[in-house]
């Protein structure tokens, strides 16, 4: 079966620093993506890792492991509004991707 | 600007009744997607399209059909509705299979079936 696994639910207070993993089964890998979702609005497209290795932008880096089936996204400096729920997706052939289930950050003051 | 937009926020529906749901894309998308979320289960995909008159299934298709007779259109339509079908509903379109991994979000249907 496919499936991808992140934590339900993570807390942190403003400035600190935060992981979110995600880890993938799939039967094809193209590549990572990360999505934010404020409460009651669209999700927002964070992140993208094809290749093994960390893209920064920003507060915000996500990190690939193709070889671990294994991504996260690092946000840093946490503000108030980071609080949202996060996904990551995986892409496969063609055009579609697989969401995870996501994981809802609260951070507090 | 980037724009999807969805016929309806809100949607109150009868079980039994076929309703449709409307998304327009002006990026020039080849791709569409239509998901489901849900508390807890995610976004999950319904039925997706890559072409005019082009159409895949999802995960979870059943219940559930589409249209698109025109690039930037992509319907959703709920043959006859049931209470298990009460969600929300997003539609997302994207660009060719090299920036597919990107996909933009309208701001959602949230439909309930009575």
């Known amino acids: 079966g496919q499936s991808l696994e992140q934590p339900s639910e993570v807390t942190a207070v403003e400035g600190a620093i935060v992981q979110i993993n995600c880890t993938y089964q799939?039967?094809?890998?193209?590549?990572l993506s990360w999505y934010q979702q404020h409460d009651g609005g669209a999700p927002t497209f964070l992140s993208y890792?094809?290749?093994?290795g960390l893209e920064e932008t920003g507060r915000f880096s996500s990190f690939l492991s193709r070889s671990d089936s294994y991504g996260y996204l690092l946000l840093q400096e946490l503000q108030m509004k980071d609080s949202a729920s996060y996904f990551c997706?995986?892409?496969?052939?063609?055009?579609?991707?697989?969401f995870g289930k996501g994981t809802t950050l609260s951070v507090s003051s | 600007d980037v724009k999807v937009t969805q016929s309806s926020r809100y949607l109150v529906k009868r079980t039994g009744e076929k309703v449709f749901l409307e998304c327009v894309q002006d990026?020039?998308?080849?791709?569409m997607f239509w998901y489901r979320q849900d508390p807890g289960l995610g976004l999950r995909l319904i039925y997706f399209?890559?072409?005019?008159?082009?159409?895949e299934k999802g995960d979870i298709p059943e219940g559930y059909s589409v249209s698109r007779e025109k690039k930037e259109r992509f319907s959703l339509i709920l043959e006859s509705a049931s209470t298990n079908q009460t969600s929300m509903y997003l539609c997302?379109?994207?660009?060719?299979?090299?920036?597919?991994?990107?996909?933009?979000f309208g701001p959602g249907t949230r439909l309930t079936v009575t």
């Open positions: 399209s890559y072409d005019v008159k082009m159409k």
């Open positions: 890792n094809a290749l093994d």
């Open positions: 997302a379109s994207s660009a060719p299979a090299g920036s597919s991994y990107e996909q933009y």
């Open positions: 799939t039967s094809g890998f193209y590549g």
């Open positions: 997706a995986v892409r496969q052939a063609g055009t579609a991707l697989i």
């Open positions: 990026m020039d998308h080849e791709n």
